[in-house]
Every structure is written in C-alpha cells, then in structure tokens.
C-alpha cells in the first residue's frame, strides 16, 4: 500500500454558530487557549507524518494563510526584544507542513470540499480532518488510521460511542467486528439518522483515511441531505460495493476528543485543555475550584 503524505483540512464554512465573532475571523482562527483552532488540527497532521497538507478555504479566509506563513516585521521585533520564547512560538506554525490552499468557492457540503482535493491529491490516499474535532496529541487516533489503511486497504473512517439522543448529530455506522478490538468493518452509513433509526450508536467524527477511488464516486454523487454532496453517501457507496475502492473500515476511538463547533462544547474545550498545562494549569485549577465553590 501507498504511504499516505498528504492532508485535506476543510475550513470554507461560514461559522455561523459563533457569529459575531465569525462576521470578520474565520472560525478556525478563534483561539483554544492561546493557538487558534486550526493550528492544533495541522500538528495533528503533521505529528501522523502528514507533511503536505492542502487546506480548502473560502472568501474572507486570508487570515489561514497568513497564519500559517512567516511574519517578519512580528519576529524581528521579538529578535530585538531578545524575546526567544514567543519567538519560537510565532515560528511553529510556519514550519509545521508544506501548506496548499484552494478555494471551495461554492460551499456545498464536505464530500464537494473533498472534490476541490482531487487536482492536489491526485492517485494517492490521502487524510481529510475536519477542524471542529480536536484530538489529543497523547492520542494517536489519525495514526492508528492511517496503519489499518496501509494493511487493510480501501478508507478508513473514525468513530466514537454516542448516547442514542445524539445520534441524529451524527453520521452513524452500521458495523461488523474484526479480529482487531478497535476495528470495526462498516457495512453502511447513513447521515444524521432520526432518532430511533441509527443502525448503531457508533458515530462518524471528523477524521477520514480515504482511497482516492472516493472522487469518482464523489462525482456521481447526488445531492442529499442538506441539498449538500455529502462524504457519508459517497462512503456508503464504497462500503457497499469494494470494487468501487476496497472496504471501509472504521477506528473506535476511546481517547480525547475536544469539541469545537458547539459554543458551549468550545467553552469546554478551552477549561479542559487550560487545566492541563503545565504553565497555566495549576493556577487555573485553584481559581476554578474557588469559582465553583463559591458562585454555583
């Protein structure tokens, strides 16, 4: 099997649960602690080995590449200032990966976002990871993906238990077990199922190893949910049938997963993560027990 080198991160959506501080910041840019969103997403790319990533933006996405790229007027003023912390914080980011962009121009859902790779991905297996999911460095979850992709073949799609009530939040899978006890054979997908109607409490998250078979399925792929091109149809598709593109096979994930498309799961996130560094998390930890203590 081909080694995967390179990562597609969508990041064209319009943030429209955060406004109105998504109005003029992409949402990918809102910090989580003190790095934006979408920096924590390219580490985990890079730390699975992934050094070429392709990041799919929109209108009023500047602010990403210049993120990503070197600012010299910011780090000669920390040069002077003998500021040699911040300054190696500041440079992090533009040496992480190889950074690609494209427009989506039109957004219509995550499978067309897919689409706008196929010019950069070409023939090659490749990760998509989806910049509301933040996964714990001390949880190698894209790693393990692209392992059972390199032994097993065809794409590979991660998952996590969810309570039944929130399962129409989710892309849910229908499973068989295999001889590895954190693998899973999907049989079927459906998209954001009704309640009741889940074929199991398993739920897709917003890591995907996908074989590049998944574009020519992605152009025949109508319109659905949403009016949008969906990647869970497309992933059906391949399930269903392995001449399309080999098995999809599925990663049960049991680490730590910090969610940041919801405004209270954000807030979460930020407390969690703050708690647990080493700099901040002591203080923080003491404030907050105090807080707790005395306002609720």
């Not at 706008?116 to 979850?141: N, Q, S």
């Not at 939040?169 to 309640?195: H, I, Q, S, W």
Request: proline content about 6%; aromatic content about 6%; hydrophobic content about 40%.
């Amino acid at each position: 099997m081909r080694k995967i080198q390179k990562a597609v991160i969508p990041a064209a959506g319009l943030g429209t649960r955060f406004l109105p501080a998504t109005k003029a910041t992409p949402k990918e840019m809102l910090p989580v602690v003190d790095k934006p969103a979408i920096q924590y997403v390219v580490e985990e790319a890079a730390a699975a080995g992934l050094s070429d990533v392709l990041m799919i933006t929109g209108r009023n996405k500047r602010a990403l590449e210049d993120h990503f790229d070197r600012n010299y007027e910011l780090e000669s003023a920390l040069t002077r200032k003998g500021d040699a912390e911040r300054l190696v914080r500041v440079q992090e980011s533009s040496e992480l990966a190889t950074m690609h962009y494209v427009r989506q121009g039109d957004p219509r859902g995550l499978g067309h976002a897919v689409l706008c790779a196929e010019p950069h991905v070409g023939d090659e297996p490749f990760a998509v990871l989806l910049g509301d999911d933040l996964i714990d460095p001390r949880d190698p979850l894209l790693t393990r993906m692209t392992e059972v992709r390199e032994r097993e073949g065809g794409s590979v799609v991660a998952l996590m238990e969810v309570a039944p009530e929130q399962s129409h939040l989710y892309g849910c899978a229908a499973v068989e077990p295999t001889r590895d006890g954190d693998m899973v054979r999907v049989t079927g997908l459906v998209e954001k199922p009704d309640p009741g109607d889940a074929p199991s409490n398993l739920a897709v998250i917003g890591r995907y190893v996908l074989d590049p078979a998944v574009f020519g399925v992605l152009h025949r792929t109508e319109p659905g949910r949403g009016g949008e091109i969906q990647l869970t149809d497309a992933l059906q598709q391949l399930a269903a049938d392995e001449k399309l593109g080999g098995p999809v096979h599925g990663v049960v994930f049991r680490g730590r997963r910090y969610d940041t498309g919801d405004r209270g799961d954000y807030l979460r996130a930020i407390v969690r993560l703050a708690c647990e560094r080493e700099d901040l998390g002591p203080d923080f930890r003491t404030w907050l027990r105090e807080y707790v203590a005395s306002e609720l």
